[in-house]
């Protein structure tokens, strides 16, 4: 049997979900170290992209920046900050994957903000409105779309990543596929590995799917329809 074959076998015996330290146990581990990650890259990233794109200033250059922390390996932060005050455990993880998930939270929450418009922003300038109600009666509604898109990304990145929280004894799903490599690929550990894998690419594969539905839900019908347009008159044009 090929270890695919061996990793559906692992999956559909009940009790690698119910045993203690099992799958169930593993996947709620994932989901509570994405959640706080994902909500701590949004208390960071969201407020300094809505206030930079508010401001039209400075902008370019931070969304440059936090891009740039991209390129720093999650393998690597996860190996200094357990040995920081924070040690090992999930704290670390949580920081890490938050640290991966402010780019895209950022630059989508200045990005929305930047392409309202200018005529709006000064009709609603006209109307009397300041700038504290233009940013919560105007900029924020428009700019949901975008803020919805950039959660949706920071998500899958970190549900997909989290994987790695396993190597420094962080819990998650990844503990599943490490458990696999320390029993042997010819004990049958090939299976479980390939197992864990699966679970943590369907887990991504379902939040993928839910937010892209709330992302479209949270869209207003004028803009998808402006969309719709758009992609319209790209095809159409020789």
């Known amino acids: 049997m090929s ?61 440059t920046v936090a891009n740039l922390t991209l390129a720093v390996p999650t393998l690597a932060l996860l190996t200094i900050l357990p040995l920081t005050p924070l040690g090992f455990g999930k704290p670390p993880v949580v920081v890490a994957l938050a640290v991966f998930a402010v780019p895209p939270l950022l630059a989508n929450a200045y990005t929305g903000l930047r392409s309202i418009d200018p005529e709006t922003r000064e009709a609603a300038r006209g109307m009397g409105l300041s700038g504290g109600q233009l940013l919560r009666r105007v900029e924020l509604p428009l700019s949901v779309p975008y803020l919805a898109a950039g959660l949706r990304t920071a998500a899958v990145q970190v ?64 803009l998808r329809a402006g969309k719709r347009r758009r992609r319209a008159v790209t095809v159409t044009t020789p």
């Open 3 to 63: 270890y695919f074959g061996e990793g559906i076998t692992w999956l559909n015996d009940p009790l690698n979900w119910t045993n203690p330290g099992g799958l169930l146990d593993r996947l709620t581990e994932h989901l509570v170290i994405s959640f706080w990650a994902v909500l701590l890259g949004c208390v960071i990233g969201w407020p300094l992209g809505i206030w930079l794109g508010h401001r039209g200033k400075g902008g370019g250059p931070v969304v």
């Open 159 to 222: 549900v997909a990543t989290a994987a790695l929280a396993a190597l420094v004894n962080g819990g998650g799903l990844g503990q599943v596929i490490s458990a696999g490599f320390g029993i042997g690929m010819s004990n049958g550990g090939g299976g479980q590995i390939v197992a864990g894998g699966l679970a943590v690419a369907l887990l991504a594969l379902l939040v993928e799917g839910v937010l892209a539905l709330v992302q479209r839900l949270v869209t207003p019908r004028a």
